[in-house]
């Protein structure tokens, strides 16, 4: 499995060299020569994160308020573990501060910034400091301090590196160690899954460490706790372990893991929420942390039969009554996976699914990105089922994939799996080919295919399955 092209690096004082360079050789003004230092390092494919873009003369690294905030904490916790509670107290807002400053903001994540405080923090030491403070407050008993350091450590966690000098400096055993204290703080429950959601995300490594510690006892715990509601990045902490983003590893484990967490009853705590309804303020979180753990076709079979089909049955309809986009898209890709199980198949199509379905895509006439779900679970639910095929079509699954196709012509994904549903449809019901050719399918799947790469093989295997001997032209 291949990963990006690894970049070259270089040191804050060689990139300050570049522009003072720039300046006395090339007689550039300061700012011309700090944005060509920039320039032409990104161009030689340099990685500029962490670098803190200064005007060697005019500005320091030092003035740098993320620099400035690692130099008070490395003075001031020098000696923390003979601080009084008091004197704790008085630092909880440095790390609250840290916090603040290395989020990254709607505006850095849209624009891909890397030199982002995260960064800055991380190149300067800021993870070996924090995590090493994490460890020695643990067990002081301060929970209101524990809490902010461990929000300045989750913010501090920003890509790969950051979370493997978190791991080489004993961070997950500091986070399962303060789980293991057993706090019903749901605040301190939720900075902790935080940051275990932080470190684990695109890291094989760090979930099996997780793992390993034991993590899905304490998110079961937590699942089963009176404040689940309080502690929503356990959910991410669910979703982030069992998945496979590291593009490293050959082969990963979280498969096994998933199983796992469902032997220990994962799935079924999850189901809670979902049997909540929309009355859950964590049912979408809900949704895709169960989608996660619903790997294989036993667990699958076992969500449904505790009541979980009709629990998403029900979210799917009152998401529609109530036109709520992110429920509706959340619980259309749950049910979706829960559709993989030939026995929910037939379950799904039993209790109306295909006519709830088609209802709600109507509720979302405007909404592409809730209609391609609802695509992807029929293209599942017809897979080799002749019947379930003509109960689809029966439902108005041919009507809504034209209209659609028609009205959201862009939808890169929703004209991809239309074409992957018209197939199944029609591949084994011949007598659903004339009704879809009757009414201009092939023209549509045929711009689809000129208009969009991504759906050429789905737009030809469709044209395909409707009988046509020029599909491939």
């Keep these: 499995m291949g990963g990006p092209t690894t970049k070259r690096t270089i040191s804050q004082e060689a990139f300050e060299e570049v522009v003072r360079e720039n300046m006395e050789d090339l007689g550039m003004e300061p700012s011309e020569a700090l944005q060509d230092a920039i320039d032409s390092l990104t161009l030689q494919g340099v990685d500029l994160s962490g670098i803190i873009t200064c005007v060697p003369g005019e500005s320091s690294v030092q003035d740098n308020p993320v620099i400035s905030l690692l130099e008070d904490l490395k003075k001031n916790w020098a000696d923390c573990e003979s601080k009084n509670e008091d004197e704790l107290h008085q630092l909880s807002p440095l790390f609250l501060k840290l916090a603040q400053l290395c989020v990254d903001s709607d505006a850095e994540k849209t624009s891909g910034n890397s030199n982002s405080n995260a960064a800055i923090a991380a190149r300067n030491g800021g993870v070996e400091l924090v995590t090493s403070i994490c460890g020695k407050v643990s067990g002081s008993g301060n929970e209101e301090v524990i809490v902010a350091v461990l929000q300045a450590l989750s913010s501090l966690l920003c890509d790969i590196q950051s979370a493997q000098t978190f791991q080489k400096c004993g961070g997950p055993d500091i986070v ?279 759906c050429k093989a789905a737009a030809t295997d469709a044209l395909r399955d409707l009988g046509l001997d020029n599909y491939n032209l």
């Design 176 to 454: 399962i160690g303060i789980l293991k204290q057993d706090t019903p703080n749901p605040e301190l429950l939720n900075s902790c899954f935080s940051v275990i959601a932080a470190s684990a995300t695109g890291n094989e490594i760090l979930k099996e460490s997780f793992v390993n510690l034991k993590v899905d006892q304490f998110i079961m715990n937590t699942l089963k706790g009176s404040n689940k509601a309080s502690v929503p990045s356990v959910y991410d902490a669910i979703r982030v372990l069992l998945t496979p983003d590291d593009y490293r590893v050959a082969a990963s484990q979280v498969y096994g893991y998933a199983r796992q967490f469902a032997k220990i009853g994962i799935a079924e705590a999850l189901m809670d929420s979902l049997h909540e309804g929309l009355t859950s303020p964590t049912l979408v979180s809900t949704s895709v942390a169960l989608k996660a753990v619903a790997v294989n076709d036993e667990i699958c079979r076992s969500i449904a039969d505790k009541g979980g089909i009709d629990a998403v049955l029900r979210c799917i309809d009152e998401s529609g009554e109530q036109l709520n986009k992110p429920i509706a898209r959340s619980c259309c890709i749950l049910l979706s996976k829960l559709a993989g199980s030939d026995h929910n198949k037939s379950t799904i199509v039993e209790k109306g699914g295909m006519d709830r379905l088609i209802k709600l895509c109507a509720r979302f006439a405007n909404e592409p990105s809730v209609i391609q779900e609802v695509m992807s679970i029929i293209n599942v639910l017809s897979l080799r089922s002749p019947d379930h095929a003509s109960r689809a079509m029966e439902a108005g699954a041919g009507d809504m994939a034209i209209q659609a196709m028609q009205n959201f012509p862009a939808a890169q994904q929703l004209q991809r799996n239309a074409c992957l549903m018209i197939r199944n449809l029609v591949v084994r019901n011949f007598e659903n080919r004339k009704i879809l050719l009757d009414n201009g399918i092939e023209k549509i799947i045929r711009k689809a295919r000129e208009s969009h790469e991504n």
